[in-house]
């Protein structure tokens, strides 16, 4: 069974920065993916980024949604198996819960992570995370 722990969240200020960790275990899949999401109140989780990690392909696969790009990463250590999400240019639009999720069983050659949150089966706890204006 995967278990995820979330950690790191905070309040800033915007323009300022924060970093996620997630720590998970149980994962025996040869293809996974790690992903991040969130959910403001009120709103749906929506997708912030996603690592994809496959026994047999050349090499990983980073995935990000457009309301992000350029200010987040993400990232992964395998050795420790531990997700990354560094957060920089904070927002107050990017205040919300955040949630580390992951889906085993994908194709181990070609990398690719589902999008949706609807496609993880695995969840953490959530972080929250505030910018302040």
């Known amino acids: 069974q995967v278990q995820l722990v979330e950690s790191g969240g905070g309040s800033v200020q915007a323009g300022g920065s924060l970093r996620l960790s997630c720590g998970a275990s149980?994962?025996?899949?040869?293809?996974?993916?790690l992903g991040w999401f969130r959910q403001a109140p009120g709103k749906d989780r929506e997708g912030v980024a996603w690592?994809?990690?496959?026994?047999?392909?050349?090499?990983?696969?980073?995935y990000y949604a457009d309301s992000v790009k350029g200010r987040f990463t993400i990232s992964q250590d395998n050795s420790k198996k531990t997700l990354y999400l560094q957060m920089n240019s904070l927002k107050p639009e990017d205040t919300a819960m955040y949630y580390c999720?992951?889906?085993?069983?994908?194709?181990?050659?070609?990398?690719?992570?589902?999008?949706?949150?609807?496609?993880?089966?695995?969840w953490g706890q959530g972080t929250q995370v505030t910018v302040s204006s």
């Open positions: 149980g994962i025996t899949s040869s293809a996974y993916c």
């Open positions: 690592n994809y990690s496959g026994r047999y392909s050349r090499g990983g696969g980073t």
């Open positions: 999720a992951a889906v085993e069983g994908l194709d181990p050659w070609v990398p690719y992570c589902p999008r949706t949150a609807s496609q993880y089966n695995s």
